[in-house]
């Protein structure tokens, strides 16, 4: 399916996937790309050295392109920055804040950079900066989200800039991605169904809450941080969401609680203090897949809605 961003990227399916801080490691990345989207290993907080090893390891398990995350509250974001440079990594996506201060140098190495925006303002600023697309992430993505819904997001940023967008935030199969194009986006960035995916390193015990999650199972905490987080709904989720609505946790004792606690989920599928991020599309998936699977049938699905 050609687009834009098939264009841009050299890729065949216009699909990324999510940059999952913790979770988005080399093997999924090199899944996706090898069944022809954007597979993309998350920064995160990640050590330097660690990152090295996973983007090298990634060029060892595919000649295909991909992507790296930087999120840019980690506190080493300057020197993944640097990195993706000097591994010459094709793709840069950003998440959790303005890139703007890498972007003269990302360029000039010629990196792809496409960040991820929770508004329109932020999307003008990017294509200004001389970003390459946009991610329009809506809040019903997993982990760090903004407010502004996909549908409501996608469309205002398509009119305002020039530079393709790509849709995020409750796409999980064909019919997400026929709605993304639309309403006018050249791609898709897909998060939580990848996490129901074979190669997907997660402990079992996390994709198991996402295949057996319902419509009503994702919860938002830490809005009162300045932070909100998007989470299966847990005991633990549970006491956050109560402990910040009725002022039992200061946002403070919030932060305590939730230190390590996505490394738990992912590593050691902790239930009492693990954070499972995941979007509010779980409730739809169903079923642990092959990537390349996943990708295949949903580009089927959406190519016959399209009428393609
Ligand atoms: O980044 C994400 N999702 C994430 S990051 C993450 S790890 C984390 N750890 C500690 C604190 C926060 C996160 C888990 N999930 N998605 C992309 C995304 N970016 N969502 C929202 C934004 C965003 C928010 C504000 C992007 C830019 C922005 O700009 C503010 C500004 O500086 O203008």
Same mark, same amino acid.
């Given at each position: 399916?050609?687009s834009?961003?098939t264009?841009?990227?050299?890729?065949?399916?216009? %699909?990324?996937?999510?940059?999952?801080?913790?979770?988005?490691?080399s093997?999924?990345?090199?899944?996706?790309? #090898?069944?022809?989207?954007?597979?993309?290993?998350a @920064?995160g907080?990640?050590?330097?050295?660690?990152?090295r090893?996973?983007?090298?390891?990634?060029?060892?398990?595919t000649?295909?392109?991909?992507?790296?995350n930087i999120m840019l509250?980690?506190p080493n974001?300057?020197?993944?920055?640097?990195?993706v440079?000097?591994?010459k990594v094709?793709?840069?996506t950003?998440?959790?804040?303005?890139?703007g201060?890498?972007?003269?140098?990302? $360029?000039?190495? @010629?990196? $792809?950079?496409?960040?991820?925006?929770?508004?329109?303002?932020?999307?003008?600023?990017?294509?200004?900066?001389g970003?390459?697309?946009?991610?329009?992430?809506?809040?019903?993505?997993?982990?760090? %989200?903004?407010? #502004?819904?996909?549908?409501?997001?996608?469309?205002?940023?398509?009119?305002?800039?020039?530079?393709?967008?790509?849709a995020a935030?409750?796409?999980?199969?064909?019919r997400g991605?026929?709605?993304?194009?639309?309403?006018?986006?050249q791609?898709?960035?897909?998060?939580?169904?990848?996490?129901?995916?074979?190669?997907?390193q997660?402990?079992p015990?996390?994709?198991e809450?996402v295949? $057996?999650?319902?419509?009503?199972?994702? %919860?938002?905490?830490?809005?009162?941080?300045?932070?909100p987080?998007?989470?299966?709904k847990?005991k633990?989720?549970?006491?956050?969401?109560?402990?910040?609505?009725?002022?039992s946790?200061?946002p403070?004792?919030?932060?305590?609680?939730?230190? @390590?606690s996505?490394?738990?989920?992912?590593?050691?599928g #902790?239930?009492e203090?693990?954070?499972?991020?995941? @979007?509010?599309?779980?409730g739809m %998936? #169903?079923?642990?897949?092959?990537?390349?699977?996943?990708?295949?049938e949903m580009?089927?699905?959406?190519?016959?809605?399209?009428g393609?």
């Open positions: 399916m050609k834009a961003v264009e841009l990227l050299g890729i065949e399916y216009p %699909i990324f996937q999510g940059g999952m801080a913790w979770i988005a490691e093997t999924l990345a090199a899944a996706v790309s #090898n069944a022809g989207g954007l597979g993309i290993i @920064g907080s990640a050590p330097i050295d660690y990152l090893e996973q983007i090298r390891r990634c060029k060892s398990l000649d295909k392109p991909f992507g790296v509250m980690s974001a300057e020197e993944l920055a640097q990195l440079i000097d591994e094709p793709v840069v950003t998440g959790a804040g303005n890139p201060k890498y972007m003269a140098a990302w $360029k000039e190495a @010629g990196v $792809k950079v496409v960040p991820v925006i929770p508004s329109v303002a932020l999307a003008v600023r990017m294509e200004r900066a970003a390459d697309a946009v991610i329009a992430e809506g809040t019903e993505s997993g982990g760090h %989200i903004g407010e #502004n819904t996909t549908m409501c997001l996608v469309p205002q940023v398509v009119d305002a800039v020039k530079i393709p967008v790509i935030g409750g796409i999980a199969d064909g991605i026929a709605a993304s194009f639309m309403l006018g986006a791609g898709v960035q897909v998060g939580t169904r990848f996490l129901a995916s074979e190669e997907c997660i402990h015990t996390y994709k809450l295949v $057996k999650a319902k419509d009503t199972d994702s %919860i938002v905490t830490g809005r009162y941080t300045g932070h987080c998007r989470n299966v847990t633990f989720t549970k006491k956050l969401a109560s402990g910040e609505k009725d002022g946790l200061t403070d004792e919030f932060e305590q609680l939730t230190l @390590g996505l490394r738990k989920a992912v590593q050691d #902790n239930l203090e693990g954070s499972f991020l995941c @979007g509010a599309i779980a %998936i #169903n079923e642990v897949k092959p990537a390349k699977e996943i990708i295949e580009f089927a699905q959406a190519d016959k809605l399209l393609k």
